[in-house]
T-cell receptor, first 112, second 114 residues
Framework: KNEVEQSPQNLTAQEGEFITINCSYS?????LHWLQQHPGGGIVSLFM???GKKKHGRLIATINIQEKHSSLHITASHPRDSAVYIC??????????????FGRGTQLTVWP | ETGVTQSPTHLIKTRGQQVTLRCSSQ?????VSWYQQALGQGPQFIFQ???????GRGNFPPRFSGLQFPNYSSELNVNALELDDSALYLC?????????????FGPGTRLTVT
């Protein structure tokens, strides 16, 4: 069983819609990352969270440590938001510096 | 752009051959992690190097090996390639002095084994 589970696996939306991607994890963590991967493979870090909520432009990330759950929201979605969104966690007390455990990703497609 | 570069971008090898992938870390970063991402999957941790020493390894066989150089650039070597080694290989650099070990990813090398 993977330490990190994401849902949905695939998501299709119309431009302007509000998007939510969910991430659940089963282990104690020190931080959770939301990452974006475009076709071709390069990964960009969107957020790193250890508590509460962060906002950057149209993107909002929240985390509930007690429930071991995080959500990534995209407001007013746009076709350029189409990408794979990946949730990754860093374990609490891990000896490897910053090693990440990844979910399988959510493929988001936004149609004009 | 993160400042992390990888080479080559794409590579095709035959089963049984050996391959070397390269990663140049972001300036000042002394830690590099390598990940394997199979099609449709999330990345899996291969190993990490910190100050030229291996500092943790995932569930990968010994034919996956690495090096980190004094300038903190890094290599991933895979011997006796198997078809299942076909994947995107990502490196990520970080600086432990940063709060919470933010990792910066390279663009990846896509390896195809035939």
């Amino acid at each position: 069983k993977n330490e990190v589970e994401q849902s949905p696996q695939n998501l299709t939306a119309q431009e302007g819609e509000f998007i939510t991607i969910n991430c659940s994890y089963s282990v104690g963590i020190s931080a959770l990352h939301w990452l974006q991967q475009h076709p071709g493979g390069g990964i960009v870090s969107l957020f790193m969270l250890s508590s509460g909520k962060k906002k950057h432009g149209r993107l909002i990330a929240t985390i509930n440590i007690q429930e071991k759950h995080s959500s990534l929201h995209i407001t007013a979605s746009h076709p350029r938001d189409s990408a794979v969104y990946i949730c990754a966690v860093r374990l609490k007390g891990g000896s490897t510096l910053g090693r990440l455990y990844f979910g399988r990703g959510t493929q988001l497609t936004v149609w004009p | 752009e993160t400042g992390v570069t990888q080479s080559p971008t794409h590579l095709i090898k035959t089963r049984g051959q050996q391959v070397t992938l390269r990663c140049s870390s972001q300036s000042g970063h002394n830690t590099v992690s390598w990940y394997q991402q199979a099609l449709g999957q999330g990345p899996q941790f291969i190993f990490q190097y910190y100050r030229e020493e291996e500092n943790g390894r995932g569930n990968f066989p010994p034919r996956f090996s690495g090096l980190q150089f004094p300038n903190y650039s890094s290599e991933l070597n895979v011997n006796a390639l198997e078809l299942d080694d076909s994947a995107l290989y990502l490196c990520a650099s970080s600086w432990p002095g940063q709060a919470a070990y933010e990792q910066y990813f390279g663009p990846g090398t896509r390896l195809t084994v035939t």
